[in-house]
């Protein structure tokens, strides 16, 4: 049995600044883009799901908000990428209805769909990043991409900014299956 003091995954906690950019709300804490390439995280396909504001010139930003001008605009719970696309997906969706009616005027997704989405557009061997307050473990409606998203990493998240709250940045990474190699021996 596993001792108390080997972890199956890095547990840390980040202290970052506030928000560069103000007037939008929910952008990412200053220093949070840093540490993901400095984690050695960040992929060369990359999809940011409920982008904002926010601008990645090598990446694919995806809001339902058309006036932020992302790469695509659609609803995150049906995405319009190919299957096993992308090698980095990271998430920073409302925190709760009532943050995605009052700061955003949309309808708070439905996270079990969110995530399995996220899950089958990576890629085997990337990464899914999900910025919230929650951490989603398992789920009975997981599809088989979820499944084999195994975690690698929680990361407290907070602004060293006025009163602030502590959020999770949880990493997964999608495991590989044996289907590719037992279709090619066929």
Request: aromatic share 12%.
């Amino acid at each position: 049995m596993e001792s108390l003091n080997q972890r199956p995954y890095r547990r840390e906690i980040w202290s970052l600044g506030p928000p560069q950019r103000a007037g939008y709300p929910g952008a990412f804490p200053r220093g949070l883009i840093t540490r993901l390439r400095n984690r050695n995280w960040w992929g060369d396909r990359r999809a940011w799901l409920f982008s904002g504001s926010f601008k990645d010139g090598g990446g694919i930003t995806v809001d339902l908000k058309r006036g932020l001008d992302p790469t695509v605009v659609c609803n995150c719970e049906q995405l319009p990428f190919r299957d096993e696309f992308f090698d980095f997906v990271m998430l920073d969706p409302p925190y709760s209805k009532e943050e995605a009616s009052n700061l955003y005027s949309l309808p708070y997704c439905n996270m079990v769909k969110v995530m399995n989405e996220a899950a089958r557009i990576c890629a085997s061997g990337g990464l899914v990043l999900l910025l919230h307050r929650m951490i989603p473990w398992h789920h009975p409606e997981e599809t088989p991409h979820k499944k084999r998203l195994k975690i690698v990493a929680v990361i407290g998240v907070f602004t060293i900014a006025g009163y602030t709250n502590m959020r999770a940045l949880s990493v997964w990474r999608k495991q590989d299956t044996l289907v590719p190699y037992l279709v090619g021996s066929q």
